[in-house]
């Protein structure tokens, strides 16, 4: 039995997919069983048990009977997400689960000095120093991501504050889905390890042409302007890109698919994902 946290979200319900199509069973935790997004990962065979990160008590609760554990955490401050990391990982430790799998995020401790980069090594730092039986998995930029961009893609325009021709690797939930079912599966080759997952490696103006061509209809980048960014985006999503600018991931993809071959790539993800055939009344030109 795995326990899923973020079973109801794009990359916890991704992890959820891909475990029950190994065969394993899976334990979802909620905080309110009653909302459709539980109930409809419950036709799926997922069993739901209520619970909040926050409350050591619920996750003492859920975790009974549980030998592997997939732990994620929304965005939020950075000192509640690292309270509810910490509190998962010793509730975790307590029950004796054999196999806890952590989601950080790419470059985690490497003094990015963007907060939700920090607040994960901190769990991740937890995890070690508590010896608890782990797999960590590094994450780059998501390629859903591009779903709060669709009015205006669909419409003709791409818009980030990086440079056209600045390369963002980027890695679709399905496949950290994937990462995360072979650990479970193969604990003993997999325990003790940290990857960072990334499965296209595309300039700005290359991933407008990828949606250009996924569309049907021409798709230009624009650069926003920086000043914008920390307007519309806030100051920290400002600093992360800044820091994509500056540094960036550089990550080894062809390694990656030696271990997982049908890693997507962006058009192939967003093929997958309906991008080809825009919902009725979309924008388009």
């Given at each position: 039995?795995?326990?899923?946290?973020?079973?109801?979200?794009?990359?916890?319900g991704a992890?959820?997919?891909?475990?029950?199509?190994?065969?394993?069973?899976v334990?979802?935790?909620?905080r309110?069983?009653r909302?459709p997004?539980?109930?409809?990962?419950?036709?799926r065979?997922i069993?739901?048990v209520?619970?909040d990160?926050?409350?050591?008590?619920?996750?003492?609760?859920?975790?009974?009977?549980?030998?592997g554990?997939?732990?994620?955490?929304?965005l939020g401050?950075f000192?509640?997400e690292?309270?509810?990391?910490?509190?998962?990982?010793d509730?975790?430790?307590?029950?004796?689960?054999?196999?806890?799998?952590?989601?950080?995020v790419?470059?985690a401790?490497?003094?990015?000095g963007?907060?939700?980069?920090?607040?994960?090594?901190?769990?991740?730092e937890?995890?070690?120093k508590?010896g608890?039986?782990?797999?960590?998995?590094?994450p780059?930029?998501?390629?859903?991501?591009?779903?709060y961009?669709?009015?205006?893609i669909?419409?003709?325009?791409?818009?980030l504050?990086?440079?056209?021709?600045r390369?963002?690797?980027q890695?679709?939930v399905?496949?950290?889905?994937?990462?995360a079912?072979?650990?479970f599966?193969?604990?003993?080759?997999?325990i003790?390890?940290a990857?960072e997952?990334?499965?296209?490696?595309?300039?700005m103006?290359?991933?407008?042409a990828?949606?250009?061509?996924?569309?049907?209809?021409?798709?230009?980048?624009?650069?926003m302007?920086?000043?914008?960014?920390?307007?519309?985006?806030?100051?920290?999503?400002?600093?992360?890109?800044?820091w994509?600018?500056?540094?960036?991931?550089?990550?080894?993809?062809?390694?990656?698919?030696?271990i997982?071959p049908g890693?997507?790539?962006?058009?192939n993800d967003l093929?997958?994902?309906?991008w080809?055939?825009?919902?009725?009344g979309?924008a388009?030109t």
């Amino acid at each position: 039995m795995i326990l899923v946290t973020g079973a109801t979200g794009k990359q916890g319900g991704a992890v959820a997919r891909q475990l029950l199509s190994h065969g394993l069973q899976v334990r979802a935790l909620v905080r309110d069983r009653r909302k459709p997004a539980a109930q409809a990962i419950a036709l799926r065979g997922i069993e739901i048990v209520r619970g909040d990160l926050s409350d050591r008590a619920s996750l003492d609760k859920a975790l009974e009977g549980v030998t592997g554990v997939y732990s994620v955490q929304g965005l939020g401050s950075f000192e509640a997400e690292v309270r509810q990391g910490i509190t998962l990982a010793d509730a975790a430790r307590a029950a004796g689960v054999k196999h806890f799998v952590y989601s950080s995020v790419a470059s985690a401790g490497q003094n990015t000095g963007i907060p939700h980069f920090e607040s994960k090594w901190q769990i991740e730092e937890h995890i070690r120093k508590i010896g608890l039986p782990s797999t960590i998995l590094r994450p780059v930029f998501f390629m859903d991501n591009w779903i709060y961009q669709r009015e205006f893609i669909l419409a003709g325009t791409i818009s980030l504050p990086l440079d056209p021709n600045r390369t963002l690797q980027q890695i679709a939930v399905e496949d950290i889905g994937v990462f995360a079912a072979m650990a479970f599966a193969d604990p003993a080759k997999w325990i003790g390890r940290a990857i960072e997952l990334a499965g296209d490696e595309l300039t700005m103006n290359e991933t407008a042409a990828v949606f250009s061509q996924v569309t049907g209809h021409k798709v230009n980048y624009v650069q926003m302007p920086w000043d914008k960014s920390l307007e519309m985006q806030g100051k920290e999503l400002t600093m992360m890109f800044r820091w994509l600018n500056d540094v960036g991931f550089n990550f080894n993809i062809g390694e990656l698919r030696k271990i997982h071959p049908g890693l997507r790539t962006l058009k192939n993800d967003l093929i997958a994902r309906g991008w080809s055939q825009p919902a009725a009344g979309s924008a388009r030109t």
